[in-house]
């Protein structure tokens, strides 16, 4: 899927003897890429003049690599061994004016210098001068680094990669901050979100639940449905008894309880958009909500078992809901208060998420259910509180199980009440 992304272009400016080093460059780049840009809405393009330059007849080359891609970079990587280059007419080697013009314009430059020992004899010994004349002079913005080989050397650019876009972002910023006269920060929004589309459904939500207090459950017949036609033509009469062995006869029973459940229970799902102009890391969310009834139940997903079950499987028939204190120990559990959590990566500037619904709620009476969110994030200086408001209604009702079932659309066959056939006891005559 597409995305919208801000490109910050990296330069990468050697001699020829750091060739690997320069694939080392590239690959560490697209890494960062992978694991960062759908994520952060960033993405780092690598430049060289072997693939984003063209020659143009009767112009000096460095000239035409000055314009085509030095001067478009956002930063620039600089790789040194035992060479400094080859003259340009202007100053001692390319890398070096491609160097100089970009502190010149005040953009940040890192400069790598390798340790790896090198054959004597292939040391060029004029190359090899003025490179340390070259290692001693200070650039603007230049991070000098050495390495001792390769792996050190995608370590450190890894990590002072991150450092520099850190940099960047906060000095853009900073810019925009300074033109609309207000300081940088990060600013969090908190609110529902719709459970199937997770857009924004406000500060206050409307909830309406049932309780169903169902009547004849066990007088519902066992499921007798056989497999079609289609499904007894896929195998022959071994397989076809097999299917048929694991027929559910409970399936009925089992989505009454369901249906009862799924009527109590009503997911809640949360929404969260930077708003200010500064990225946030780390986002953490301590949600707690209260009710003024505290016959209310806070149950994470997962635990809720609001999954219809199958008609055919391995029967798993478990009692219908009663209630919702099964679960309540998988929350946290303070008095009338009930508490969950939200964790974030990152939340960028003008960037909203919505998670996946993470809790049910469920109330046996009607009132109003406070949501507190204390927001925590790297770039805060302090956490951030918002509340929400869910205006619950309960409704109570009596039905029977077979017309639970119609309603949701499940035909039952034609039966009769099961008879319950009495014990025999030593004191029943069994003639």
Wanted: some cysteine.
């Amino acid at each position: 899927m597409s995305f919208g992304a801000r490109v910050f272009r990296v330069l990468i400016a050697s001699p020829s003897d750091v060739s690997d080093e320069r694939e080392i460059a590239v690959n560490t780049i697209q890494a960062w890429n992978d694991l960062n840009s759908s994520e952060r809405r960033i993405v780092l393009l690598p430049l060289r003049w072997e693939t984003h330059s063209a020659p143009e007849y009767g112009r000096r080359p460095q000239e035409v690599i000055n314009r085509q891609v030095v001067d478009h970079c956002d930063l620039l990587v600089g790789i040194f061994w035992t060479r400094i280059g080859s003259p340009t007419g202007v100053t001692e080697s390319g890398t070096l004016e491609e160097i100089e013009r970009v502190a010149r314009q005040g953009k940040p430059v890192m400069l790598y210098f390798s340790q790896t020992k090198q054959d004597p004899d292939r040391i060029n010994l004029d190359q090899l001068k003025q490179l340390r004349e070259f290692k001693s002079k200070t650039f603007p913005k230049a991070l000098v680094e050495n390495y001792g080989n390769q792996i050190e050397f995608r370590d450190k650019l890894s990590k002072q990669l991150e450092i520099q876009l850190r940099a960047l972002l906060a000095e853009e910023s900073q810019v925009d901050d300074d033109l609309s006269g207000s300081p940088p920060r990060t600013e969090v929004q908190f609110g529902f979100a719709d459970v199937k589309t997770g857009k924004l459904a406000g500060q206050t939500l409307e909830m309406h639940s049932s309780i169903i207090h169902l009547e004849d459950i066990e007088e519902l017949p066992d499921f007798q449905s056989p497999p079609s036609k289609s499904e007894r033509d896929a195998g022959d009469s071994s397989s076809f008894s097999r299917f048929w062995s694991h027929k559910n006869e409970n399936y009925y029973r089992e989505m009454s309880g369901y249906l009862v459940k799924e009527a109590f229970l009503r997911p809640v799902r949360f929404w969260l958009k930077n708003i200010g102009g500064v990225g946030a890391r780390d986002v953490y969310v301590d949600i707690r909500i209260t009710s003024e009834n505290s016959d209310f139940s806070v149950i994470p997903l997962q635990k809720s078992g609001l999954n219809a079950p199958k008609e055919f499987g391995s029967p798993l028939w478990t009692s219908y809901f009663s209630g919702s204190e099964d679960n309540e120990d998988e929350v946290e559990q303070l008095g009338s208060q009930k508490t969950t959590q939200l964790e974030l990566p990152a939340l960028q500037p003008q960037r909203e998420i919505s998670p996946q619904t993470a809790i049910v709620i469920g109330a046996k009476q009607s009132g109003l259910i406070n949501v507190a969110a204390r927001i925590y994030a790297d770039s805060l200086s302090e956490p951030v509180l918002r509340n929400l408001q869910i205006n619950w209604t309960v409704t109570e009702v009596r039905k029977k199980a077979a017309q639970l079932l119609e309603e949701a659309g499940i035909k039952l066959p034609p039966f009769r009440k099961r008879r319950v056939m009495p014990k025999i006891g030593p004191e029943t005559d069994s003639n």
